[in-house]
């Protein structure tokens, strides 16, 4: 019987608090997230490691949604690059899910760490996360959320493998999908201007990650106040529809040709002419022996320290503005148009409950009315402070209404 669905009547049987204590030591929390805590655990018999995500159900609909989407998801992968659930729990009061503990560093932490790194490295990389996409495509599951903050080393090791984490947002794609849901920087132009899309949209976020493992720059990106962050999205947005990224120089100029063709092809803009998972993978600079060894250490770490370790990129991408947070009055179920938000008389909350316009700060004009959908959704990322930045997308009509707002 798929998880959840019970016939009317019948009594669910839940597992009482005791049985997950009785089995795995719970520690401290480590991090908060949308929906859920997450905590270190510790099988008492086997005095293994894992990670426990806490989904309390008193938090509302949408979190019991999200907990029950991602163990539905989880339930359904196997694969080596790929962060297994271990354990799930049910109780009256909350969810637990059990998953493997990745130990290694992040990629940015590993590349800084290197005496030495080459595409070659880069190009290690990336086909490990294209096997595990295009893993996942073949199950029709739909990541939504690939970023580098999702890819991380297994263990410590040498030759440790790479694993992406975080399926919160993942869905399986039953049709095309319309909510617009991710993190702004690795946000496919068809999420942007509030097309239907699907499995293209990871390939977009694996060509993005690409372009910055090569470089150290993010391939879109706008060049205003550190704290400007409705503009930055704006021109951010703007760029993305467009396709306006550069292989500049001096940062690109020891990069292959071969290279450059595979990210030129997963970031194009067309979603039907962009290679899909499985064609990256065949690709040269992937299968072949065309990603070059030279050492580009200096040039990507210098670029990584400046974007990236200052937090300039990284905190656009994590800190959510107050435009992110509002949402419109429930909408038709009909696609593109972008609504205005004033239906209710003011800006409304991720669960469609109305408050004042007073109570809140300024929102920038132009894309905050026209950030209309449907009802918000855990799969959407409704961002709040504690999602990372993920968020539900701007419609391609938000660059004219801004600029309408001008005139």
Known sequence: MPFGCLTLGEKKDYNSPSEVTDKYDLGQVVKSEEFCEIFRAKDRTTLKMYTCKKFLKR???KVRKAAKNEILILKMVKHHNILQLVDVFETRKEYFLFLELATGREVFDWILDQGYYSERDTSNVI???????????SLRIVHR????????????LKHSKIVISDFHLAKLENGLIKEPCGTPEY???EVVGRQRYGRPVDCWAIGVVMYVLLSGNPPFYDETDDDDYDNHDKNLFRKILAGDYEFDSPYWDDISDSAKSLVASLMEVDQDQRLTAQEAINHEWISGNAASDKNIKDGVCAQIEKNFAKAKWKKAVRVTTLMKRLRAPDQSDSGASSPALGASGGPVTPSNTPIPAAATPEAPRGLTEALGQSESRPEQGVASARCNGEIAAAPQSAVQASEQQKD
Do not use: S, T, W
């Open 127 to 137: 086909r490990q996360v294209l096997e595990a996409v295009a893993y996942l495509h």
């Open 187 to 189: 946000l496919a132009p």
């Open 59 to 61: 938090d509302g609909r």
């Open 145 to 156: 959320n690939i970023k580098l903050e999702n890819l991380v080393y297994y263990n410590r």
